[in-house]
């Protein structure tokens, strides 16, 4: 069965701090993984990885993929209390965007 | 501004009776995707569709769930009987997904979701 795994499940950090986010997978048929943030409603999409090594970024998030290793990482710098929010990675195994979610990664940043 | 439109957003029910959630997935958008998330088991994929037509709904109790997109404006998933585990927060999806080999990424814009009490 095809299987994300995202950790840790809380973390709570101060305004300025970094943090990163780990998500490992198996499955079946990788083509692409995903990162979502999740605040009050439904979740945003963040980023799309699909080689591995290369980082994808967006102001003071990044994210970066091993296909060897099987996991991914979002780091995010110079936290803000506008970042808390739960973190969802995502791997598509078809290439047509049927994705397995991983339970999520809740950040809180205290001011 | 194009987004994806869910009815009712708020749904308080009572155990046997019939739930229908309805999803206007963004025009031009060709897939739909149905999820349920809850604190146990988080996002799950409960079906989808390309082109009206339903590709997989693996995900989804068939003894008791439906999803169906009676036309490109419109899907709808219902639970009849629901039951108190159905409880949750069920999200409808839509993009233009074109197949692997063309390359690209076209993201999935999530609706802001039906929150389902069953009692």
């Not at chain 2, 999820?35 to 009206?52: D, I, P, S, V």
């Not at chain 2, 997109?69 to 709808?76: R, S, V, W």
Request: charged content about 20%.
């Amino acid at each position: 069965e095809d299987k994300v795994v995202q950790s840790p499940l809380s973390l709570v950090v101060h305004e300025g701090d970094t943090v990163t986010l780990n998500c490992s997978y198996e499955v079946t048929n990788f083509r692409s993984l995903l990162w979502y943030k999740q605040e009050k409603k439904a979740p945003t999409f963040l980023f799309m990885l699909t080689s591995s090594g290369i980082e994808k970024k967006s102001g003071r998030l990044s994210s970066i993929l091993d296909k060897k290793e099987l996991f991914s990482i979002l780091n995010i710098t110079a936290t803000q209390t506008g970042d808390s929010a739960v973190y969802l990675c995502a791997v598509d195994n078809t290439g047509f965007q049927k994705l397995v979610f991983g339970t999520g990664t809740r950040l809180l940043v205290s001011p | 501004d194009a987004r994806v439109t869910q009815t009712p957003r708020h749904k308080v029910t009572e155990m046997g009776q019939e739930v229908t959630m309805r999803c206007q997935p963004i025009l031009g958008h060709n897939t739909v995707f149905w999820y349920r998330q809850t604190m146990m088991q988080g996002l799950e994929l409960l079906a989808y569709f390309r082109n009206r037509a339903p590709l997989d709904d693996s995900g989804m109790p068939k003894d008791r769930f439906s999803a169906e997109m009676p036309d490109a404006t419109l899907a709808t998933l219902k639970i009849q009987p629901s039951e108190p585990r159905d409880s949750a927060v069920y999200f409808c999806a839509s993009g233009l997904v074109s197949p692997p080999t063309s390359g690209g990424y076209n993201e999935q814009f999530f609706g802001p979701g039906t929150r389902l009490t069953v009692l």
